[in-house]
């Protein structure tokens, strides 16, 4: 219907209840922090993920998440708990859930590919920053070193065995300039014809960790 102006009524699936695994946010433009943190490069790139169903889902194993350039061209990110004592900071990649309806913040970790910082943000200035609260899980990946800023795309997979990576179940592609432009975020809604997310609310005040 999207592709067509609405001029054709959207057929939603049958049963569909919401009952899913969404991802709800993105944000790849980071506000500067130089002043705090001595580098200009965006050091807090994140985004949220929902998870509408009944159980915990482990995103290392039950799902895949993806950063993908273009069709076929596409990471698939691991994710680690921060670790404080860990000389890199990234600790253990067991145990990396999502509540049953509950929520998930997966922060892009640049501690190794920015060179430039005099400091690098805390687990606990990530959360102060996002107001993220205590019982919201965030996980971080360091295998890509940015999510760029535009004319990218976050996907989930379904790790079911079916292609590559899995069966699609949610995922979107931002356009930095209008969805999320410097120190906002794309809110994302569900779509009830599949798995592309529709913008809900584009250039909005983050709210990671809230739905």
């Known amino acids: 219907t999207d592709q067509v ?11 569909f209840n919401g009952k899913g695994v969404y991802l709800t946010e993105v944000r790849p433009n980071d506000v500067n922090r130089s002043s705090t943190y001595g580098t200009a490069s965006d050091v807090m790139e994140c985004v949220e993920i929902y998870n509408g169903t009944d159980a915990a889902i482990d995103l290392n194993n039950d799902y895949r998440v993806a950063y ?3 069709e076929g061209y596409r990471k698939v990110l691991k994710f680690y708990k921060y670790s404080s004592s860990a000389s890199n900071k990234v600790g253990s990649s067991t145990g990396c859930t999502v509540p049953a309806g509950g929520t998930a913040v997966l922060w892009c970790f640049r501690y190794s590919n920015i060179t430039d910082w005099t400091s690098f943000p805390s687990l606990s200035a990530f959360r102060t920053a996002y107001g993220i609260s205590s019982d919201t899980p965030v996980y971080i990946f360091t295998n890509q070193g940015s999510l760029n800023n535009t004319n990218r795309a976050i996907e989930i997979f379904k790790n079911d065995g079916v292609g590559d990576v899995g069966t699609l179940v949610s995922g979107y592609t931002y356009l930095g300039a209008s969805d999320c432009p410097d120190n906002t ?14 913008l809900y609310a584009g250039a909005a005040t983050s709210t990671m960790g809230t739905v």
């Open 185 to 198: 975020s794309a809110q994302l809604k569900v779509n009830p014809e599949g798995p592309a997310m529709k």
């Open 5 to 15: 102006r609405g001029m054709i009524t959207a057929n939603t699936l049958e049963g």
């Open 68 to 70: 993908t350039v273009k």
